[in-house]
Nanobody
Framework: QVQLVESGGGLVQAGGSLRLSCVAS????????MGWFRQAPGKEREFVAA????????YYADSVKGRSTISRDNAKNTVYLQMNSLKPEDTAVYYC??????????????WGQGTQVTVSS
């Protein structure tokens, strides 16, 4: 069992930056791939970024590629999402997830409660 707690969301102006963090409980964190997803009101949950268990491989949605960086620190059981040049369309609840997947929500077994990111224009 893995429990995930996100933090770092908030209100930011367009063009600003945020760093989301997700801390995992349990000893098996380093065996999981980790992903970030987001869900805006009235929309389906969508993939943002993912990172392999070792951190050696990363994946990004086209919408955030070049503006976001996913990283992890297995010693701290933490995965991060650095988001730069934020746009109003990045506004959503951001979720971290643990599993053995890449870009599809169904590939992930554990989910956090989410953190709200709001980007004002």
């Amino acid at each position: 069992q893995v429990q995930l707690v996100e933090s770092g969301g908030g209100l930011v102006q367009a063009g600003g930056s945020l760093r989301l963090s997700c801390v995992a409980s349990g000893r098996t964190f380093s065996s999981y791939s980790m992903g970030w997803f987001r869900q805006a009101p009235g929309k389906e949950r969508e993939f943002v970024a993912a990172i392999s268990w070792s951190g050696g491989t990363t994946y990004y949605a086209d919408s955030v590629k070049g503006r976001s960086t996913i990283s992890r620190d297995n010693a701290k059981n933490t995965v991060y999402l650095q988001m730069n040049s934020l746009k109003p369309e990045d506004t959503a609840v951001y979720y971290c997830a643990a599993g053995y997947g890449r870009t599809w929500p169904y590939e992930y077994d554990y989910w956090g409660q989410g953190t709200q990111v709001t980007v004002s224009s």
